[in-house]
Structures are given as structure tokens and as C-alpha cells.
């Protein structure tokens, strides 16, 4: 799988969108682009993901560049409920059944 | 609709118990079955996954192992725990991949302290 490299940490103020960017420069042709996110203490839980289209679901949108390099999740209206470790991932839709996480983004919603 | 029992949410055991952790699916079938550890403040590292009935594929070198006895269930054992083992274990599922990609669906987790 690509690698990803998303910041360590970020604060967004509640009410306001969050925008989480992501990058995943070696990303292959038939890799997706997928959002998770940790909440404290919780298993993972899937937001979103996508291949090459932007896509947008009832929790979050996912904007991915025209190159593929990029993407990046929106929260549109954060919520104090909101702050959990979020994690970007590439992976391939069928072939490569690994799923590894990375270090994440620690999102924290501030009131 | 597809649900994943993990059990149980919190075990003590002393340094050199046994363990086994089970982790069963429903709701699906031929699933793909992850385990995760996370040691406190730390990322989620993937210890095994499994393909099908009897495979199970080693991410790291460790104390641990898994078993797949049946296609929807999915078992994390040691024979001698260590302290190093505590952490918060996960158990995952996701169907084999299509068109259109396919997404984990993640247990509730067991948190292990080892004494």
C-alpha cells in the first residue's frame, strides 16, 4: 500500500469546518483512498473513501487532486464529538487484504 | 445487517497466564479478519490477518498468535503473557474487495493489562 503523511495534530473551533489534508504522493492507479477515525478508547470507525472523484457522505466529503497526490477530508460542521485520531489509508480494493493504519491526524474541536 | 462481537472488554492477567481472546462475525461471509494492538498512546499495529479458514498471515514477530477455526470467528492466544503485551487489541472484518472498494468495520476492543 502507498504511503500517507497527514499532520500530527490540529485544532478547529466547533461550528466550523474541519479540513483534514492528506498526502499520498506514490499512490497507485488502482489504490482508494480511504478515512478512518479513532475516537478515545473506541475501535476505528469508517467515515469515507474514494478513487478519484470527489465523494460526500452524511458524516464527511473527501476532495482528492486531479493528480491523485492529495486529498482532503471535510468535516463540515465539527462538533465537540468530532475530536478523535483521524487516519488516512491507500489501499487496493481486492488483492492486498493488508490494512495498516499510520500515525493519523489528532483532531481536537475546540468549544 | 453484518455486527462483530469481541470479548471480553477488559482482562487483567498476571505476567505468564495464558490468552485468548475471541472475536466472531455475523452477518457475512468469507469475511477478512484483522487483529490490532494499540499500547497506550500509540497507533494501531496490525498483528494478523486472515484471508480464510486456516490462514492466517503474521505482520510481526511476537508472543501471539491467531487462529481462524471457522469462517466467521477469529482467535488472538498466547501461552505466556508478558508485560510488554498490555494494550488495546481490535478486532476487525471487511468483505473481499470489488469494484468500488470495501471498508473495515472494527470490534468494541479488549483492553489487556498484564501484572
Known amino acids: 500500500d502507498a504511503k500517507t503523511t497527514q499532520p500530527t495534530s490540529m485544532d478547529c473551533a466547533e461550528g466550523r469546518a474541519a479540513n483534514l489534508p492528506c498526502n499520498h504522493s506514490?499512490?497507485?492507479?488502482?489504490?482508494?483512498v480511504y478515512w478512518y477515525r479513532q475516537i478515545h478508547s473506541q475501535g476505528p470507525q469508517y467515515i469515507i473513501h474514494g478513487l478519484k472523484n470527489n465523494e460526500t457522505n452524511e458524516m464527511a466529503s473527501l476532495i482528492i487532486t486531479e493528480d491523485r497526490k492529495s486529498s482532503t477530508l471535510i468535516l463540515p460542521h465539527a462538533t465537540l464529538r468530532d475530536t478523535a485520531v483521524y487516519y488516512c489509508?491507500?489501499?487496493?480494493?481486492?488483492?492486498?487484504?493488508?490494512?495498516?493504519f499510520g500515525a493519523g491526524t489528532t483532531v481536537t474541536v475546540r468549544a | 445487517s453484518q455486527t462483530i462481537h469481541q470479548w471480553p472488554a477488559t482482562l487483567v492477567q498476571p505476567v505468564g497466564s495464558p490468552l485468548s481472546l475471541e472475536c466472531t462475525v455475523e452477518?457475512?461471509?468469507?469475511?477478512?479478519l484483522y487483529w490490532y494492538r494499540q499500547a497506550a498512546g500509540r497507533g494501531l499495529q496490525l498483528l494478523f490477518y486472515s484471508v480464510g479458514i486456516g490462514q492466517i498471515s503474521s505482520e510481526v514477530p511476537q508472543n501471539l498468535s491467531a487462529s481462524r477455526p471457522q469462517d466467521r470467528q477469529f482467535i488472538l492466544s498466547s501461552k505466556k503473557l508478558l508485560l510488554s503485551d498490555s494494550g488495546f487489541y481490535l478486532c476487525?472484518?471487511?468483505?473481499?474487495?470489488?469494484?468500488?472498494?470495501?471498508?473495515?468495520?472494527f470490534g468494541q476492543g479488549t483492553r489487556l493489562t498484564v501484572v
Open positions: 506514490t499512490i497507485s492507479g488502482n489504490e482508494y
Open positions: 452477518g457475512t461471509s468469507n469475511p477478512n
Open positions: 489509508i491507500v489501499r487496493v480494493a481486492k488483492g492486498d487484504y493488508k490494512l495498516s
Open positions: 476487525a472484518w471487511s468483505a473481499k474487495g470489488g469494484y468500488g472498494g470495501t471498508e473495515a468495520f
